[in-house]
């Protein structure tokens, strides 16, 4: 699921790096999440005069896509055996 939150720019914020920091670590702490959320997209409004970050929800580590979680497969047994009978 993606989210997106705002970011005034003051003389600090000057450079891509540091808005990309500031929304990585608002992410953060909105989320409560201890690994930073990935941020998809940094984008300037003229008309206001903000940044909006565009960052993707995270689960349990995993990466949350609208209704179903992205992640590496459970380890699980591989059975050889075919589910159909040969020769049949």
Known sequence: MLKALVIS???KT???GSLLAIARSEACRRE??????PVRALLF????????AVYEVLVEGKVVS????????????VDNEKPWKEGS
């Open 66 to 77: 609208g209704n179903s979680v992205i992640g590496k497969p459970a380890n699980k047994k």
């Open 9 to 11: 720019p003051n003389e």
């Open 14 to 16: 000057v450079d891509l």
């Open 32 to 37: 409560g999440a201890k690994v930073n959320p």
């Open 45 to 52: 409004v003229a008309e206001l005069g903000v940044y909006v």
